[in-house]
């Protein structure tokens, strides 16, 4: 019998609870801009390019710090959009997945994929990332059986389509993407991603919120 859960965690360091003037916007939940859209968003949209769609959904949506004052002015905003996020559900290859993503004292973050032949951990490269899964670099930890050790391991090369001389972490993935538009547009594939691919997470949010709300799992009408 085969089995596979995927767990997924990032601690990001605001436990300070102040913010910026620039970034005041992000406390409004209204604004469409916070931790489920972008934070939890960017880590959704890689685990359901890699394992597929959600049949079913539940989540804790939580603001903890409710108060935050304004670096600059000292202003008090309230804030209405989450800050710890607790999403689990089953995708429909049947495997489990789990996230949790909050703000704490000290950044961490782990991405795990245990299966019933081994497990591969997906971790930050630098010990003073910026926290944004889309820029930062990793590094990928596997083994296989019972007892191994971990080990690094190394990216095939079929997987570098852009010139490796860019060193630029985001230049590079945008690299990345251009060369598949590129090949799509020539060969008349559907390999790159589109909107299609927003509007799924898009609904997959308002899911989530649905599940939130009502403290129950959600099982989804379609797939997103």
Do not use: C, W
């Not at 931790?35 to 880590?43: A, Q």
């Not at 589109?194 to 099982?219: P, V, W």
Request: glycine content about 4%.
């Amino acid at each position: 019998m085969q089995y596979m859960s995927i767990t997924l965690f990032l601690y990001i360091p605001h436990r300070s609870a102040t913010i910026d003037q620039d970034h005041v916007y992000l406390l409004d939940e209204n604004n469409g801009a916070n931790n489920l859209t972008i934070t939890t968003g960017h880590l959704l949209d890689v685990m359901m390019y890699l394992f597929g769609s959600f049949i079913d959904i539940s989540a804790t949506l939580r603001t903890d710090s409710k108060i935050v004052p304004v670096i600059e002015t000292g202003k008090k905003i309230i804030a209405t959009s989450p800050d710890h996020l607790v999403i689990t559900g089953t995708l429909e290859n049947g495997a489990l997945f789990s996230t949790h993503v909050r703000n704490t004292f000290n950044s961490n973050f782990s991405f795990e994929i245990n299966g019933s032949k081994g497990d591969l951990v997906l971790t930050f490269q630098s010990v003073s990332p910026s926290k944004m899964f889309q820029i930062d670099p990793f590094i990928i930890l596997g083994s296989q059986g019972k007892g191994n050790v971990l080990k690094q391991l190394s990216v095939p090369s079929e997987y570098y389509l852009a010139p490796k001389n860019i060193e630029s972490i985001p230049a590079y993935n945008i690299a990345q993407l251009y060369t598949i538009i590129y090949q799509d547009l020539k060969d008349n594939t559907h390999v790159a991603l589109s909107f299609h691919t927003a509007i799924n997470i898009h609904q997959l949010f308002d899911e989530i919120r649905l599940a939130a709300n009502t403290k129950q799992t959600h099982t989804l009408s379609k797939k997103v």
